[in-house]
């Protein structure tokens, strides 16, 4: 079955970074488009970052020029590498793919 495990939470501080990575099983991982999404408390769950088979990359606005997303298709694994963090992006963090969601990372970024 579908398995989407992500890692690389934590708490740092506004203006630092961190990857996260979403470690998939169950499908054909390079066939498929794989997202990003994040929500905090009291709001929606909204998307950050798509990126399709073929590599090309979507972003949220609030997001362009600091988060990259990318996959490694011999590991399975889509990552989100999180630059100029800000406090507006704690959020818990998931990984999706078509029907399917992985449990979260909680990403916290002080001011």
């Known amino acids: 079955q579908v398995q989407l495990v992500e890692s690389g939470g934590g708490l740092v501080q506004a203006g630092g970074s961190l990857k996260l990575s979403c470690a998939a099983s169950g499908f054909i991982f390079s066939s498929d488009t794989m997202g990003w999404y994040r929500q905090a408390p009291g709001k929606q769950r909204e998307s950050v970052a798509v990126?399709?088979?073929?590599?090309?990359?979507n972003y949220a606005d609030s997001v362009k020029g600091r988060f990259t997303i990318s996959r490694d298709n011999a590991k399975n694994t889509v990552y989100l590498q999180m630059n100029s963090l800000k406090p507006d992006d704690t959020a818990v963090y998931y990984c999706?793919?078509?029907?399917?969601w992985g449990q979260g990372t909680q990403v916290t970024v002080s001011s």
């Open positions: 990126i399709i088979s073929g590599g090309i990359t």
């Open positions: 999706y793919r078509k029907g399917y």
